[in-house]
T-cell receptor
Framework: DGGITQSPKYLFRKEGQNVTLSCEQN?????MYWYRQDPGQGLRLIYY???????QKGDIAEGYSVSREKKESFPLTVTSAQKNPTAFYLC???????????????FGQGTRLTVV | GQNIDQPTEMTATEGAIVQINCTYQ??????LFWYQQHAGEAPTFLSY????GLEEKGRFSSFLSRSKGYSYLLLKELQMKDSASYLC?????????????FGTGTRLTVIP
C-alpha cells in the first residue's frame, strides 16, 4: 500500500544533541514538507522541498536542517541550536503539478520528540 | 505571506450543527483544505474548495468565498467522535509550485 512513514514514533534527546527524524514516502510525490506542532497549536512549516536536491525554509527553519537526496526521503535534523525542540513533528507529501484536487497533502503519523 | 485565522475553541452538543469559520489572506491562492486531527494523530483530509460555493460530503460541508477570503466547515448531526481539532489550510502558488499553509486549528468539543 502507498503511504508516508515517519520513524520513530517517540524520540527522546538529551540537551545539546542533534537528532534526525526519518520520513519516507512511496506515493511518487514530488513535494515533501516538515511541520512542527506544539500542544494546542496548529501546524507551522519548518522546511519544504519541491524537487530532489532542492529545499526551502519555512516559517520556523532556525535550528533545523534537511536533505533531499532521493525523491522518497526527506529527513529532518533537529540540531542543538534549536532551543525548544520538544514538539510533535509531522511530515507530509503532495503532488506538485496536476489538478488542484491532486495536491492534497498526505501526512505521516508523526514523531513526538522530547528533550530530557 | 499568508495569514489564516480560525477560532481557537468551540463547544457544541451531540446531534447539533456547528460551523467553523476560517478567514485568510494570501497571494497566489490555489485552494483551501479542511483537515481533521485527533489528539496525537496525523491530520486527515476532509474537504477541498477552489471555486466559490458549497461542497457537501455526507455530514460535512465546506464553503468558500474567494472575494471575501472566507471559508467555513459545517458539521451536521454531531457525534462524540467529532471531538477533534479542525485545521484550515490554504494552498498558495509560490515560485511555480504549490505550498500548503495551515491555520492554528479549532478545537471542537462535542458534549452529550
Amino acid at each position: 500500500d502507498g503511504g508516508i512513514t515517519q520513524s520513530p514514533k517517540y524520540l527522546f534527546r538529551k540537551e545539546g544533541q542533534n537528532v534526525t527524524l526519518s520520513c519516507e514516502q512511496n506515493l511518487n510525490h514530488d513535494a515533501m514538507y516538515w511541520y512542527r506542532q506544539d500542544p494546542g497549536q496548529g501546524l507551522r512549516l519548518i522546511y519544504y522541498s519541491q524537487i530532489v536536491n532542492d529545499f526551502q525554509k519555512g516559517d520556523i527553519a532556525e535550528g533545523y536542517s534537511v536533505s533531499r537526496e532521493k525523491k522518497e526521503s526527506f529527513p529532518l535534523t533537529v540540531t542543538s541550536a534549536q532551543k525548544n525542540p520538544t514538539a510533535f513533528y509531522l511530515c507530509a507529501s503532495s503532488i506538485v503539478d496536476g489538478a488542484p484536487m491532486n495536491t492534497e497533502a498526505f501526512f505521516g503519523q508523526g514523531t513526538r520528540l522530547t528533550v530530557v | 505571506g499568508q495569514n489564516i485565522d480560525q477560532p481557537t475553541e468551540m463547544t457544541a452538543t451531540e446531534g447539533a450543527i456547528v460551523q467553523i469559520n476560517c478567514t485568510y489572506q494570501t497571494s497566489g491562492f490555489n485552494g483551501l483544505f479542511w483537515y481533521q486531527q485527533h489528539a496525537g494523530e496525523a491530520p486527515t483530509f476532509l474537504s477541498y474548495n477552489v471555486l466559490d460555493g458549497l461542497e457537501e460530503k455526507g455530514r460535512f460541508s465546506s464553503f468558500l468565498s474567494r472575494s471575501k477570503g472566507y471559508s467555513y466547515l459545517l458539521l451536521k448531526e454531531l457525534q462524540m467522535k467529532d471531538s477533534a481539532s479542525y485545521l484550515c489550510a490554504v494552498m498558495s502558488v509560490k515560485t511555480g509550485a504549490n505550498n500548503l499553509f495551515f491555520g492554528t486549528g479549532t478545537r471542537l468539543t462535542v458534549i452529550p
